[in-house]
């Protein structure tokens, strides 16, 4: 009991001297604060994209690769369904489905009880059309139309077979008070007119989720052979070793595609794909940093003391190996993000219309030599900063803790 007092004494000293050391660098800081703010924004997510439709997938065909800072009229026209509410947390989870769509025009009058409107054309012509002001502001029924009861009243049908009858005034009011609104798309659109800063945002979703869930895999199993292998040694650290060395053998993008192909495309393939290819050098670490700490004094007094092994290396050995687990998770958070860009990018990743950086990449590449470079440089940008910024952590913390490369 003497040994282990002491040890954990000495490591809690440790940790917050490594900790000062660690945040006295300023890139450190600048990459944690950077970190912590690129996950808020992914876990608020659907709550502040401008577009919070499922995986922010509104398109807008009229409004195809636009410019950063582009700003468009729209008319919010009333879907004739039921509606789509959702909770807070359902929305900031997965998104709403719009009760209105929305129509990017030119300009507008009214005329009687009807708004006539040039839809928005890049052409100096544009199509005019015209639709009842009920139809804008209510969820009328498709059977019924728009009825005419004197020069200031009209009257419609709703979805339950109801007669409402409203002031024409009032129904102006109230469409140019919330129906005609001023879009402005800060990153500008893609091809298909989807709001481009939305699709980056849920996009730095599917990145962080892949990378944590992956690395949460990798140490499950990692730690665990690892463990099993350094402290037991003998023919469970043979076995366990001649694994890790077939797997090791495999390049690590063909193995991810081999199980990817295995298991399906999609999101939550992806995940496990990754995990299963990360844990070997997990394992590795963890193997040698056992097989240093298993003949110290403490260790042996916890033998003599009729400890179990499992209770050895999970209460004893194991807290003091998590600076090297720590290490090596935030360089295969980077890993993960990196092979899942490069997994989206093949297409044999998250599959559309999830938005996922590697396949922005992948849809807009081409622009790169036409005029809108900005389309496959800000996704590769994203990647390049997230992947720059855990591995400054990775780095700072190995230096601080002084962890040394098994």
Do not use: C
């Not at 409004?63 to 919010?76: D, H, Q, R």
């Not at 463990?227 to 070793?241: C, P, T």
């Not at 403490?298 to 009729?306: F, I, P, Q, S, T």
């Amino acid at each position: 009991m003497f040994f282990r007092k002491k040890h954990i004494v000495s490591t809690d000293v440790v940790s917050k001297t490594a900790l000062q050391k660690f945040f006295h660098h300023k890139t450190s800081l600048i990459s944690v604060v950077f970190i912590g703010l690129l996950f808020l924004v992914a876990l608020l997510g659907y709550v502040i994209t401008p577009d919070s439709t499922p995986y922010a997938n509104r398109q807008l065909l009229e409004l195809s690769t636009k410019k950063p800072g582009f700003s468009v009229s729209m008319l919010a026209v009333r879907n004739n369904s039921a509606d789509q509410k959702a909770s807070f947390f359902s929305r900031m989870l997965f998104g709403e489905k719009s009760d209105f769509k929305l129509i990017p025009i030119q300009q507008y009058h009214f005329t009687d009880s009807t708004l006539e409107y040039n839809e928005y054309s890049d052409e100096s012509e544009s199509v005019s059309k015209s639709i009842a002001i009920s139809d804008i502001v209510y969820a009328v029924s498709p059977e019924s139309k728009q009825k005419m009861l004197d020069k200031s009243t009209v009257s419609w049908i709703d979805l339950e077979g109801k007669t409402h009858v409203e002031k024409v005034a009032d129904l102006k009011q109230k469409i140019i008070k919330d129906h005609i609104l001023k879009q402005t798309f800060w990153l500008g659109t893609d091809l298909f007119g989807r709001d481009y800063l939305s699709q980056l945002i849920i996009g730095a979703r599917v990145s962080l989720s892949v990378g944590f869930i992956s690395v949460m895999i990798s140490l499950l199993i990692g730690v665990l052979l690892g463990s099993l292998a350094g402290y037991f040694k003998g023919w469970v650290d043979n076995l366990i070793m001649w694994f890790i060395n077939v797997v090791w053998s495999i390049p690590t993008l063909l193995l991810v595609i081999a199980i990817t192909f295995a298991l399906g495309k999609g999101f939550w393939q992806v995940f496990i794909a990754i995990g299963l290819t990360m844990w070997v050098e997990v394992a590795r670490v963890v193997r040698g940093q056992i097989i240093s700490i298993r003949e110290l004094e403490y260790v042996e007094a916890a033998r003599a003391l009729g400890f179990s092994n499992l209770r050895i290396i999970f209460r004893h050995i194991l807290p003091n190996v998590t600076s090297s687990i720590i290490i090596i998770s935030a360089a295969n958070f980077a890993s993960a993000i990196l092979i899942e860009a490069g997994l989206s990018f093949l297409g044999i990743g998250v599959q559309p219309p999830m938005p996922s950086w590697g396949m922005m990449i992948k849809e807009n590449y081409r622009f790169i030599i036409l005029d809108s470079p900005y389309l496959a440089i800000v996704p590769g940008l994203a990647i390049m900063l997230v992947v720059l910024a855990f591995m400054v952590i990775g780095n700072q913390l190995r230096d601080v803790l002084n962890v040394k490369e098994q």
